[in-house]
């Protein structure tokens, strides 16, 4: 009974924590600051983590965008999905949500995004950065150049953008890539002292070498900076550099830090075309809360109502690890997070029916227990263990079940789906700790101070 009583002061201490970080209630800055999940964002643990379909926001379908006949060379897709993944949470929207669908296709939701437009160029733009020699020639920031690292960069601005070929006044020349973005460790979007935007960059070891040589050498004469065959800025090399630099030109802020992030995170190994972009609104999504959250609370009480009509006492006690459960469920979401979907709103719910169905089993068979004639101590005790080998079996069949759903989800874009798996799995796992360890350790704590009313009326526990 002493080992019972630790106990239960560790579940009713976590079920207080729980509570706290569940409620709608300011919060200690360093709590806030270690759940900030981007480089650029900070979330309020107030709020819940809504996904595409509850806060609004832009969904992308990307498609590569190769040469007939050219073959997608093994993994690629696997690392463009890496670094349109890394681009998006560099431009700090929150909790972005990239798949791969089939073998050619990238899908990428955009929650709560502020200028889709912006992040879907930083998504498809392939991002290659060369460091030209212009070889004579003046360039002005815009123009599209073929390059012997891009050297079908003209066809492909024709193919995106009509107006591209009469605006580039070199479609039939190549000009030399001295180094690509490869040399570059860091690139960072600033203000100058007369507040234009631009792009501080830094570079790797080796790199840094390799600048030093050229610019040592070309002091005085233009170097190109070209990002996916358009010339960005042609400033002229004043002095040799040898760890970091500047890329200037007419940028505005949402354009220096769309280009810092596709330089900071590379190059696509394969290019990508928008096929389809979708815009959600953020009234659907704010009605299927206020449903959800209503059809939550009626479904809720009536369980809780329905525990405790039929089973009494017990089922006080059930309604009591039931509303930590859901305090348990709520805290966790916020804490990893959980990007919560209208269908992982439908997993929560039924995760909630499974952890009422488990304490139904313990106290059905309490009750079988009793009317063999053994004590209430004894039944209670005996309940929970032969019913422990029917509720673990049940639920690790839901959690293969969400196992399965979740690579589904995971592999074919379907986030619908594995949003869903993914509550369920944590409803699952919280409610046999709920169920079964705390209903059990509540009704142990309660024998212990109220046992003899109970042996004097059976009542109280619906017998």
Known sequence: MQNNTITLAGILLLFAAALYIALPI??????????????????DIRDMTLGLDLKGGTQVLLEVDLPEGQKIESGALSTA????????????????????????????????????????????????????EPAGERMAGGEVINTTNRPDAVTRAQASDSGSAAFTPFPDRVFETVMTGDILSQAIASQDEFNQWQIQFSLTGDGSNQFFEYTRNHIGDPLVIV??????????????????????????????????????????????????VRTIGASLGHDSVDASLTAGIIGMAMVLLFMLILYRLPGLLADVALSAYVAFNIAIFKLLPVTLTLPGIAGFL??????????????????????????????????????????RDGNLSTLISCAVLYWFGNNFGASIVKGFAITLAIGVLLSMFTAVFATRTFMRAFLSTQGQKLLDNRGLIGY
């Open 26 to 43: 300011d919060h200690p800055a360093w709590l806030e600051e270690g759940l900030a999940p981007g480089e650029n964002t900070q979330r």
């Open 81 to 132: 999905k890496v670094i349109v993944e890394q681009r998006v949470n560099g431009l700090g929207v929150s909790e972005p949500n990239v798949q791969l669908q089939g073998e050619t296709r990238i899908i990428v939701e955009l929650p709560g995004v502020s200028n889709p437009d912006q992040a879907i160029n930083t998504i498809r733009s392939t991002g290659q950065l060369e460091f030209i």
């Open 227 to 276: 990002l996916d065959g358009r010339v960005l800025s042609a400033p002229v090399i004043n002095a040799a550099i040898s760890d970091n630099g500047v890329i200037t030109g007419q940028f505005s802020r949402e354009e220096a830090e769309s280009l810092a992030v596709q330089m900071r995170y590379g190059a696509l190994p394969v290019p990508l075309a928008v096929v389809d």
């Open 350 to 391: 039924l995760s909630i029916g499974m952890a009422v169905d488990a304490n139904i089993l313990i106290f059905e068979r309490m009750k079988e227990e009793l009317r063999a004639g053994r004590s209430v101590r004894l039944a209670v005790e005996t309940g929970f263990s032969r019913a422990w080998p029917a509720i």
